[in-house]
């Protein structure tokens, strides 16, 4: 059997974190559709201690999810979202094209929700009825097949 080791991430990668204060969880529900930005063109060494106050400043953030790779660094892309609607439209009025850095601008744009799955290695030979049979063991409230040759 294959061993692994768990290395902690170093220093300069760690991120404070932010306090919300105690009241966070009963005064703010889940938001609706509308709320939840895309942010693309990131510095691949730039973290959530550099992206939340930038964002912060256009309204209440709810979530925001920065997709990193396994060497600590980001994939260049995060998804932020805001408490109400009319922040997150500010947030793409005001922060797309923003220079982050000399000469780096970032892309931002409304998050699009697409609702999909995405899954693979099933094996060509399977019929799409067959597929079928399989998903609906599973919670979903939607579900369509789609096969491709």
């Avoid at 992206?51 to 999810?65: H, K, S």
Wanted: glycine share 6%.
């Amino acid at each position: 059997m294959d061993s692994f080791e768990i290395k902690p991430i170093t220093d300069k990668h760690c991120v404070p974190e932010i306090e919300l204060g105690d009241d966070w969880s009963t005064t703010c529900h889940p938001p609706g559709r509308g709320c939840e930005v895309f942010v693309g063109k990131l510095p691949r060494d730039c973290f959530e201690s550099e992206l939340f106050p930038l964002f912060e400043r256009c309204g209440q953030i709810y979530e925001m999810r920065l997709m990193m790779d396994f060497s600590g660094f980001n994939r260049g892309y995060a998804f932020i979202t805001y408490t109400c609607r009319d922040d997150a439209k500010r947030s793409v009025k005001e922060l797309n094209n923003y220079e982050i850095r000399p000469s780096r601008l970032i892309g931002v744009c409304q998050s699009v929700d697409n609702c999909r799955l995405f899954v693979g290695g099933i094996p060509k030979t399977k019929k799409r009825e067959e597929i079928l049979d399989e998903m609906c063991k599973y919670p979903m409230s939607n579900r369509t097949v789609r096969k491709r040759p």
